[in-house]
């Protein structure tokens, strides 16, 4: 059993940078563990999400990445991006202090969706460190080669890139920033905005950081204003 890129489902620009990666013996291994996961449990997100970030965000277009560790494994929620859930499921705790931080940074007042695609369309890679789950098991995908996957991801826009911001929160982000070139990058770390977490993520200012960066870099800054989501939609 051999992967064939043809039938690896992800935008063209990443498939050609993680050309080698889905060549690996590793991916292949990582392939054959989630056929047997899908055979015995329901898998969270949907097959066509798997690679939702990536299809959303084209390597050339990442100029922040937003890294989460694992995808929500509640029913309806994960969509292939990091801390982001559908629209018309309720807003989950780390998401919401995310929305308290922005309006304490930015004044920008809470959107009524957790669907962080126009993040994600405007250059945001909002990826996670595992990229399936079982249904109602938490980090049940850990070992099947996922965060291989990723850490090379990451790998491949420090050494590909220049001036991408990476949002690292809590300890699990933070132990990738070895992955990352600090001369070529910016690394801006925090706390985890999990309720679970012993607080400080409020006040990093994250959100008016990345956007100063930007527009120092000549890059345009991120609109992170999901109520303008509609808007940019209809355009």
Same mark, same amino acid.
Do not use: C
């Given at each position: 059993?051999?992967?064939?890129?043809?039938?690896?489902?992800?935008?063209?620009?990443?498939?050609?940078?993680?050309?080698?990666?889905?060549?690996? /013996? %590793?991916?292949?291994?990582?392939?054959?563990?989630?056929?047997?996961?899908?055979?015995?449990?329901?898998?969270? /997100? !949907?097959?066509?999400?798997?690679?939702?970030?990536?299809?959303?965000? !084209?390597?050339?277009?990442v100029k922040v990445v937003i890294l989460g560790q694992?995808? %929500?494994?509640?029913?309806? @929620?994960?969509?292939?991006?990091?801390?982001?859930? !559908?629209?018309?499921?309720?807003? !989950?705790?780390?998401l919401k202090n995310i929305y308290k931080e922005i309006y304490d940074d930015l004044g920008i007042v809470e959107p009524n969706s957790?669907?962080?695609? %126009?993040?994600?369309? @405007?250059?945001?890679?909002?990826?996670?460190?595992g990229l399936t789950v079982e249904a109602g098991r938490a980090n049940s995908h850990a070992n099947f080669g996922w965060h291989e996957f990723t850490d090379a991801v990451i790998k491949h826009i420090s050494d590909k890139k220049e001036g991408v911001v990476f949002l690292l929160w809590g300890n699990f982000a933070k132990n990738k920033a070895?992955?990352?070139? /600090?001369?070529k990058h910016f690394i801006l770390m925090a706390p985890h905005p999990s309720p679970l977490a012993r607080g400080g993520f409020f006040g990093c200012k994250h959100f008016s950081k990345?956007? @100063?960066?930007?527009?120092?870099?000549?890059?345009?800054?991120?609109?992170?204003?999901?109520?303008? %989501?509609r808007k940019f939609k209809n355009s």
């Open positions: 059993m051999e992967i064939s890129l043809d039938k690896v489902k992800i935008e063209q620009s990443w498939k050609e940078v993680l050309r080698d990666e889905f060549l690996a /013996p %590793y991916f292949l291994k990582l392939k054959q563990n989630l056929v047997r996961a899908k055979e015995r449990a329901t898998i969270f /997100p !949907p097959s066509n999400l798997i690679f939702n970030a990536f299809n959303l965000t !084209p390597f050339d277009e694992d995808p %929500y494994h509640g029913l309806g @929620q994960a969509m292939g991006l990091s801390f982001s859930v !559908p629209n018309g499921i309720r807003v !989950p705790p780390s957790g669907d962080l695609t %126009y993040w994600a369309k @405007q250059g945001v890679l909002l990826l996670n460190a070895s992955l990352i070139d /600090p001369k990345t956007n @100063q960066i930007l527009t120092k870099l000549g890059k345009k800054p991120i609109d992170w204003d999901l109520n303008n %989501y």
